[in-house]
């Protein structure tokens, strides 16, 4: 009796057991869902037209204010004659431009009824100062990536919304196309495919739903050729030129100024000789040469560096390079005296070589032979 009343006191633990791991599951998809109801209402679906041919006409924005503030990224959408916006809960409203910082592909907009006027209302949104005082997200991070990409809702549907965490906290690479902007500073590399056609202005938050970043454009990365999925950190900064003064600009000054914001051009390109590294690559024969090196010029930095003939490039300063185009415009960026580390192929192992550029050769050094 005494057995079979302990077999039955196992068993009924077993059960509990099972069914506490199947309630697990359960309870962080309630928990999710929490979250996703609470963060989707702070979004709106944006439309409007750009004039680009093969865009698209539809983007995201999120709500950073009670009274019908939108921070976005700085895209074609904005500039059309006639922008909409439908609110979660299926209203559709007029919108117009208020500010735009191109150095940090950002813009402002503002909900207004049909006559223009700023709608009376008082929307759940974002708090964008709290956010930007916080620290940055870590590599690793958990988030959850929200937006209107491929057109999915519309009215009161509610957002697209996948899961993904932080792979790297790094430098913009370069990029080419209509989408190329001016900003470079550090961005969330996502290993979540967020950055879709309409996807751009969306948010990324932490699980719990606290703001971490707005999502770019689609951006092709030319070093590599590949898509970049990222998204632009709330406490994003860039350095510009107001006037003959230097200043930092910021996507809370932004905000915090709406109508009364400056923006800042973008920076000017050099002109005349730039540094020189005295690297000597092979011809540009196709259109994605490597970047193999041919030969040095005598006392050069790279050849004080130790660059080899036969050597690949493969990494300046730590930005993957895929082709010879790819070298010289990263390298373009740099002024005399800029010390620049370099990775290159060497047989079968990779070498790290620092290279101090020197001022430019005016008339240019002449070739040497190449080494037999």
Same mark, same amino acid.
């Given at each position: ?179 190329? @902007? ?5 961005? *969330? !590399?996502? +290993?979540?495919?967020? /950055?879709? %056609?309409? =996807?751009?202005? $969306? &948010? ?80 540009? @024969? ?5 970047? *193999? !090196?041919? +030969?040095?010029?005598? /006392?050069? %930095?790279? =050849?004080?560096? $130790? &660059? ?65």
């Amino acid at each position: 009796m005494s057995s079979v009343r302990t077999r039955i006191c196992l068993l009924a633990a077993a059960a509990a057991a099972a069914l506490a791991l199947a309630a697990a599951p359960a309870r962080a998809d309630e928990s999710l869902a929490d979250v996703v109801a609470k963060v989707n209402p702070k979004l709106v679906k944006l439309y409007g037209y750009g004039g680009y041919r093969g865009l698209a006409d539809y983007g995201t924005a999120a709500i950073i204010s009670r009274d019908g503030y939108l921070l976005t990224v700085n895209n074609h959408l904005i500039d059309g004659q006639e922008l909409k916006v439908h609110l979660a809960d299926g209203r559709k409203f007029n919108a117009k431009r208020v500010a735009a910082e191109p150095q940090l592909d950002v813009a402002l907009l503002q909900i207004v009824d049909d006559k223009g006027q700023p709608l009376k209302e008082d929307l759940p949104c974002f708090d964008v100062s709290a956010a930007a005082r916080r620290p940055r997200a870590e590599t690793g991070t958990p988030i959850l990536a929200f937006s209107n990409q491929f057109k999915i809702a519309s009215r009161d549907e509610p957002m697209s919304v996948q899961r993904g965490v932080i792979a790297a906290c790094a430098k913009l690479p370069l990029r080419r196309g209509v989408h190329e @902007v001016p900003y470079k500073g550090e961005v *969330y !590399v996502i +290993d979540a495919i967020t /950055n879709n %056609p309409g =996807a751009a202005g $969306g &948010v990324i938050t932490t699980r719990k739903g606290e703001l971490l970043g707005l999502i770019g454009k689609e951006l092709q990365n030319n070093l590599t050729d590949t898509w970049i999925n990222y998204a632009i950190p709330v406490q994003a900064t860039a350095e510009g030129l107001r006037g003959d003064k230097k200043v930092t600009v910021s996507i809370l000054e932004v905000i915090e100024k709406k109508e009364k914001y400056e923006a800042t051009p973008p920076k000017p390109k050099r002109e005349g000789a730039l540094a020189f590294h005295g690297i000597i690559l092979v011809p540009n @024969v196709v259109e994605r040469t490597p970047p *193999y !090196v041919e +030969d040095t010029y005598p /006392n050069s %930095p790279a =050849a004080k560096a $130790g &660059v080899k003939p036969d050597d690949l490039i493969v990494y300046v300063n730590g930005i993957q390079v895929g082709n010879i185009a790819a070298f010289r415009e990263i390298m373009d960026d740099f002024p005399p005296g800029t010390e620049v580390k370099i990775e290159v192929r060497r047989g079968d192992k990779l070498q790290t070589l620092t290279l101090k550029l020197a001022e430019p050769v005016v008339k240019g050094p002449v070739a040497p032979k190449k080494q037999p």
